[in-house]
């Protein structure tokens, strides 16, 4: 889901625009002083595992972490720790993998991201859920 699905992305507080990223823009934040979210809800097939991934662009000044709620029928509070993004080669941003969640078919699970207590620039910009085979 891409930051611009309107039909998938609930956006709270006033972000900005920044061309780049996954798409044609992603969305930021640099003032933390007033609280902002966006949740990006998606159409789950068939309940079961799921890998959560978000991608982070390249940027200067981002925040040492930035928090995330994860719903998978209960509200999972999450902090990912931006010295935990590598970034490799010559990209303009990698996928980071949120975790691997049990969620229910349908619309009742989301991630949001939110600027809350971050130290600096906060981006969200697309998010995709993987599905886990068990066979392997």
């Known amino acids: 889901i891409d930051n611009s699905d309107t039909a998938a992305v609930l956006i709270k507080g006033e972000w900005q625009t920044k061309g780049g990223g996954y798409g044609i823009n992603q969305l930021y934040d640099d003032k933390p002083n007033e609280l902002k979210t966006i949740r990006y809800t998606p159409n789950i097939p068939k309940k079961g595992q799921y ?74 910009d697309a998010v995709i859920w993987e599905p886990v085979s068990k066979k392997k």
Not at 76 to 105: A, D, H, Q, R, Y
């Open 51 to 124: 890998e959560i991934y978000a991608y982070f662009s390249k940027i200067k000044g981002r925040s040492s972490h930035t928090q995330f709620a994860v719903n998978d029928g209960e509200e999972k509070p999450l902090m990912l720790k931006t010295s935990s993004i590598k970034e490799l080669g010559l990209s303009s941003g990698e996928w980071v993998n949120i975790g691997l969640f049990t969620l229910p078919e349908g619309r009742n699970s989301y991630l949001e991201i939110s600027n809350k207590g971050t130290d600096g620039i906060v981006t969200a």
